[in-house]
């Protein structure tokens, strides 16, 4: 599997991945599953990385007991593997997961498209239309700054699709298992982004 051949056996360090601004109303356990979720999703953390709780504690400047907590949410999520006496690693891409991933939209995302046509407001119309206005704008600008943007958007754009029929819950689960198809989507993310662009503006306007 070439994309896993690229990536796999690369150990990073911790230092300089990316962190963003805590949030209000995040505890320490929510910031530290944010942000490496965020550095593992976006490759900053490339599979196989070795995770060492000391350095992830310096580099969040938090105590063990949250980032512990953080590792095994992730691990919860199929993103780190828990190896005996070797502490914990990002887990590898696996082509089975991504699969999975992949047939789950397959099957549940026209499901959703066909409940709610005709059923939208004019209020939720706009909000999938600003999603698509910011993606489109997002095509134009740098590659490396605009990737983990169009992707975050990209998701909204899902969310919103769950949330406007009434599945919060089942898309925090999808969200889940589609996580090794979407790192999948950092590796390549240009023509992705334009093909995911125009299947969304398909989409508004079936």
């Known amino acids: 599997y070439e994309m896993q051949r690229s990536l796999v ?15 209000m109303d995040e505890n320490n356990r929510a910031y530290a599953y ?3 979720r965020k550095n593992i999703m976006t490759l900053q953390l490339q599979p196989g990385c070795q995770l060492s709780e000391a350095e992830l504690c310096e580099q969040l400047a938090m105590s063990r ?11 919860s999520e199929w993103l ?9 690693i990002v ?15 397959r099957i549940l995302e026209p499901a959703l498209l066909r409940g709610l ?4 407001t004019r209020e939720q119309l706009n909000e999938f239309q600003e ?18 943007f169009f992707i975050s958007l990209d998701n909204d754009f899902h969310r919103l699709l769950y949330h406007d029929s009434g599945y919060d819950r089942i ?29 969304h503006e398909t989409t508004l306007h079936l």
């Not at 007991?65 to 691990?75: D, F, Q, R, Y």
């Not at 590796?187 to 299947?199: F, G, I, N, W």
């Open 131 to 148: 999603l698509l206005n910011r993606q489109n704008e997002d095509l134009y600008l740098d590659q490396d700054a605009a990737d983990d």
């Open 91 to 105: 887990s590898k891409i696996s082509v089975p997961y991504l699969n999975e991933g992949f047939a789950m939209r």
């Open 34 to 36: 944010r942000m490496l």
């Open 117 to 120: 046509a005709g059923k939208l």
């Open 80 to 88: 780190v593997d828990v190896l005996p006496q070797r502490g914990s």
């Open 65 to 75: 007991t949250p980032v512990h907590e953080a590792l095994m949410m992730l691990k």
């Open 9 to 23: 056996g690369s150990e990073m360090c911790i230092r300089d991945r990316l962190l963003d601004v805590r949030r």
């Open 171 to 199: 898309w925090e689960a999808m969200h889940n298992v589609t996580s090794h198809m979407d790192r999948v989507r950092y590796l390549d993310s240009a023509p992705v982004s334009y093909t995911h662009l125009r299947a």
